[in-house]
């Protein structure tokens, strides 16, 4: 089944949340719709719920008019469309940023112009087959991100037909961008779910926020002024491996371009959001030696 879609859920609060299993107080205000793809929900308890989360929403709405995939108008689908995007928001040029760092420290795991080559898989699974070394070795041709050129007044690419996702890092990237929005209105506690976490503070009982990992069979992680990232090769698969008897996971090799399922899920715990999510991803197709050689001061719970 070709679903790129991850639920993009945002849960936070200085005061108990429902979704901890904590009855919730008179200030507690919620809002749901659609972002990125995917369904967005906010849960806030505060005094000014409604106004912060009206901030929290308006910027979700201003970065997947930026970043999503999906929507013919956002900055990305008009650099995908035409290789070149004049005055880029400074919100791309700093995840582009962030990508240039990712790339470099994974070696080439993590790498955003894998569109090429996901677009080819979803293509020929779809019509029933799958890509054949040719049509790989063409993809493999315009991938890479030394084909991407940006700077603050223009992204462009050197190569006709570069395309680029950010679904590995966008979904953490704004997940930092709403917890500095909270964090400058004062919020002192907080979580926050956009397929990838982020803690403010403590939880509502003042330690930290337990977050649970599948993998783990069930243990929680407790998570004070951090981020957590969570991805899993066949969380998504292309197809639901009846005929074949093996799924083929989402997550493709940029470097050789073949979906690798190393792992059944990898979690990366770090101040950033954004930079669990790219490493998460990259992760997926490295060895646990490659890992440990590259890892910093980053927490990876393999499995």
């Known amino acids: 089944m070709i679903n790129r879609r991850r639920a993009l859920t945002i849960l936070a609060g200085v005061a108990a949340l429902p979704a901890l299993g904590v009855k919730a107080q008179a200030n507690t205000a919620r809002w749901s719709g659609v ?8 849960v806030l308890d505060h005094p000014n719920a409604k106004q912060l989360i009206a901030k929290a929403v308006d910027e979700i709405h201003r970065l997947e008019a930026i970043f999503s995939l999906y929507k013919p108008n956002s900055q990305l689908s008009h650099l995908n469309r035409d290789g070149v995007l004049i005055a880029p928001a400074l919100d791309m040029v700093e995840l582009f940023s ?5 790339h470099a420290r994974t070696k080439g795991a993590f790498d955003p112009t894998v569109q090429t080559l996901w ?4 293509q020929q699974i779809s019509a029933g087959t799958t890509p054949t070394a040719q049509q790989i070795t063409q993809a493999l041709a315009i991938t890479g991100w030394q084909h991407v050129n940006y700077a603050a007044d223009k992204i462009s690419f050197n190569r006709p037909d570069v395309k680029i996702t950010l679904n590995g890092i966008a979904q953490g990237f704004i997940a930092d961008k709403i917890t500095n929005l909270f964090r400058r209105q004062g919020i002192k506690s907080a979580l926050i779910n956009t397929g990838e976490i982020s803690a403010i503070g403590n939880g509502p009982n ?3 926020w337990p977050v649970k990992l599948g993998h783990k069979d069930g243990q929680s992680l407790p998570l004070s002024n951090m981020s ?3 991805s899993s090769p066949l969380g998504t698969t292309f197809d639901t491996g009846k005929s074949t008897g093996k799924s083929i996971g989402h997550i493709i090799d940029p470097r050789d371009g073949h979906p690798k399922n190393l792992w059944s899920q990898i979690s990366v715990i770090t101040q950033s959001a954004a930079q669990a999510d790219g490493l998460s991803t990259a992760f997926c197709l490295m060895s646990k030696p490659e890992i440990t050689a590259v890892k910093e001061h980053e927490q ?4």
Do not use: E, M, P, W
């Open 119 to 122: 677009a080819l898989y979803a």
């Open 300 to 303: 990876v719970f393999l499995s």
């Open 98 to 102: 962030i990508c240039t760092q990712l």
């Open 35 to 42: 972002a990125l793809g995917a369904k967005v929900q906010i």
């Open 206 to 208: 003042g330690r930290a």
């Open 228 to 230: 957590i990232a969570t």
